[in-house]
T-cell receptor
Framework: GDSVTQMEGPVTLSEEAFLTINCTYT??????LFWYVQYPGEGLQLLLK?????DKGSNKGFEATYRKETTSFHLEKGSVQVSDSAVYFC??????????????FGQGTTLQVKP | DAMVIQNPRYQVTQFGKPVTLSCSQT?????MYWYQQKSSQAPKLLFH???????NEADTPDNFQSRRPNTSFCFLDIRSPGLGDAAMYLC???????????FGPGTRLTVL
């Protein structure tokens, strides 16, 4: 079945450091890919998405490129801030006639940014 | 400004006492989802509505039911909560089945 694998956390960085959180997926067909962010005690916020190969999603300085050849959707940010500390979830939504819009999530990666 | 609203934000119930969680949306989206998220885990889909059509995930326990009286509202009923049902319950919406974009803030359920 479809699945998403993220790098294990926590990831601890100093402010202004470069961030990469790896995400790879397994899916039949061509899923849509998403990154969600969850701050402590809150729901999930859609950070960015990409719906087809080579698409780049971007938002608030975060970027991720849909790489079909490597089945990856790595999240990057050039300079992190303390306020970026949160849990980041990579997710996919399958396409096709049986698609329910169901999101399949990775296990989440905790990011801690220190001043 | 809020688009997906969940009430209450925190719910405490006793073992075996039925509880209902509420979700409303101002987006007029036709699909609404309920996810369960246990501590330090990824959210897991329980069921969803496509318009009025109810779709249950195969592994969702019978203890969980849902109602959608109109486009804007969706309820999650837990008939006899057990300790293992303590979790964050997230409501989400989407326009069509292209994947949800909008999650509510969640309701954290505690079972005593």
């Amino acid at each position: 079945g479809d699945s998403v694998t993220q790098m294990e956390g926590p990831v601890t960085l100093s402010e202004e450091a470069f961030l990469t959180i790896n995400c790879t997926y397994t899916a039949t067909g061509y899923p849509s890919l998403f990154w969600y962010v969850q701050y402590p005690g809150e729901g999930l916020q859609l950070l960015l998405k990409a719906t087809k190969a080579d698409d780049k999603g971007s938002n608030k300085g975060f970027e991720a490129t849909y790489r079909k050849e490597t089945t990856s959707f790595h999240l990057e940010k050039g300079s992190v801030q303390v306020s970026d500390s949160a849990v980041y979830f990579c997710a996919l939504s399958a396409h096709g006639s049986s698609n329910t819009g169901k999101l399949i999530f990775g296990q989440g990666t905790t990011l801690q940014v220190k001043p | 400004d809020a688009m997906v609203i969940q009430n209450p934000r925190y719910q405490v119930t006793q073992f075996g006492k039925p509880v209902t969680l509420s979700c409303s949306q101002t987006l007029n989206h036709n699909v609404m989802y309920w996810y369960q998220q246990k501590s330090s885990q990824a959210p897991k889909l329980l069921f969803h509505y496509y318009d009025k059509d109810f779709n249950n995930e195969a592994d969702t326990p019978d203890n969980f039911q849902s109602r959608r009286p109109n486009t804007s509202f969706c309820f999650l009923d837990i008939r006899s909560p057990g300790l293992g049902d303590a979790a964050m319950y997230l409501c989400a919406t989407s326009s069509g089945r292209r994947g949800p974009g909008y999650f509510g803030p969640g309701t954290r359920l505690t079972v005593l």
